[in-house]
Every structure is written in structure tokens, then in C-alpha cells.
């Protein structure tokens, strides 16, 4: 059972490029969040969505997209990166939203952005 | 303000010396306490939820308990392989589901 799967899992641009983070979840969960991890500010959301075709901004949401066409992938995008970006980004899967909150992590994509 | 602190930022400990992690919370409403384990280069793993004061729950060498303003992770003769970042995060009651908020980890060493 792979659980919660990013791609890719590094990655490195310049200033102004483009790219966009795959997560995909075989748990057939509902919710599916992004989180950005940095040094001493903890995990931090980004986007979440609540099922296939919704998506809604979480504490940290400018300068990224994201898009939730199939209940298994959630794709999180970048239109013109930026240093500030740089990051440890993390999908999350939960069954029940608002619940207990036990959230599954993939293993995270490290972006550098020069 | 929601919030959510975690200390020691870090602690070294002999294998076997017993200690305890704490997490501080500022919430509005208590629904849930979460501690997670992150490996390096690793998503966090959830480890237990406590609900209301007075709780507690064990894993192995773990036990958390919770009162209305902390929670602690005991971390009872630790090995090599308990190593690792213990994340704290809370939800509050009447906030939507995206209010889960992380504490910034205590990250655990054990020195065999």
C-alpha cells in the first residue's frame, strides 16, 4: 500500500519558472492538503480540498495553485517561482475533514528556487 | 490567537535516561491534541490524539497526557531508534477542518 505519494521529490529552479508538485492518494480520502515545512516555523497549509473539484486557501496560499481534478491527485503549482518558495513541501490525505485530524504525510518534495 | 509552542527546541539524552517533550497550546476551544514523529527527509507519522483534559495514551516507550494548557510527550528509557522531530499540533472546536495548527518540533536525540 504506497499511502500518500509525491513527485518529484527535488527540484531546482530559477527565479520566474514555473513547475508543479503530484500528489496522489490510494487511501481513498476525501481531503488532501499542502503544507510548507521551514526551519523553526512548522508546517504551515497552503491549499486544501475537500473532495474532487474543490479547492480552498489555507494560512500561507499566495504565489501558488492548486487543482484537485481526480479524488486521488492533488496538484499544487507554482506560476513564477520565487526564493522565498524555497521549501520542504508536504501532501497530507485525511478520511474525515474536521475530524480527529490524523492526517498521512507523503514523504515531501524539496524545492530550491535560485 | 490560536497557537501552538513546543520546548525544548532540542534534547540530547543517554539512551535509558527518561525525559519529557512539552507542547503549549493557546486555543479557543481544545477539540483535539495531535503528536506526530518525523523522520529525517521523512512526512510526519501521527502517532496519538488526546481529546480532553486528563488524558492519556501510550505506544511502546511513548505516553502523552494532556491538561486544558499543555501536553506532554514522556519518553520513557529511549533507544538510538526514537530519534527523530516530535511535532505537537491542536485543533479547535468552531474553526473548519484547515485549523490544525503544528507546533515548530522538539527534535530528540539518544545517544547509545
Known amino acids: 500500500n504506497a499511502g500518500v505519494t509525491q513527485t518529484p521529490k527535488f527540484r531546482v529552479l530559477k527565479t520566474g519558472q514555473s513547475m508543479t508538485l503530484l500528489c496522489a492518494q490510494d487511501?481513498?480520502?476525501?481531503?488532501m492538503y499542502w503544507y510548507r515545512q521551514d526551519p523553526g516555523m512548522g508546517l504551515r497549509l497552503i491549499h486544501y480540498?475537500?473532495?474532487?473539484?474543490?479547492?480552498a486557501k489555507g494560512e500561507v496560499p499566495d504565489g501558488y495553485n492548486v487543482s484537485r481534478l481526480k479524488k486521488q491527485n492533488f496538484l499544487l503549482g507554482l506560476e513564477s517561482a520565487a526564493p522565498s518558495q524555497t521549501s520542504v513541501y508536504f501532501c497530507?490525505?485525511?478520511?474525515?475533514?474536521?475530524?480527529?485530524?490524523?492526517?498521512?504525510f507523503g514523504e515531501g518534495s524539496r524545492l530550491t528556487v535560485l | 490567537e490560536d497557537q501552538v509552542t513546543q520546548s525544548p527546541e532540542a534534547l540530547r539524552l543517554q539512551e535509558g535516561e527518561s525525559s519529557s517533550l512539552n507542547c503549549s497550546y493557546t486555543?479557543?476551544?481544545?477539540?483535539?491534541l495531535f503528536w506526530y514523529r518525523q523522520d529525517p527527509g521523512k512526512g510526519p507519522e501521527f502517532l496519538f490524539t488526546?481529546?480532553?483534559a486528563g488524558e492519556e495514551k501510550e505506544k511502546e516507550r511513548l505516553k502523552a497526557t494532556l491538561t486544558k494548557k499543555e501536553s506532554f510527550l514522556h519518553i520513557t528509557a529511549p533507544k538510538p531508534e526514537d530519534s527523530a522531530t516530535y511535532l505537537c499540533?491542536?485543533?479547535?472546536?468552531?474553526?473548519?477542518?484547515?485549523?490544525?495548527?503544528f507546533g515548530p518540533g522538539t527534535s530528540l536525540s539518544v545517544i547509545p
Open positions: 497530507a490525505s485525511s478520511y474525515e475533514a474536521g475530524g480527529p485530524g490524523e492526517l498521512f
Open positions: 487511501m481513498n480520502h476525501e481531503y
Open positions: 480540498s475537500v473532495g474532487e473539484g474543490t479547492t
Open positions: 486555543v479557543s476551544g481544545l477539540r483535539g
Open positions: 488526546l481529546y480532553s
Open positions: 499540533a491542536v485543533q479547535a472546536w468552531g474553526t473548519s477542518y484547515d485549523k490544525v495548527i
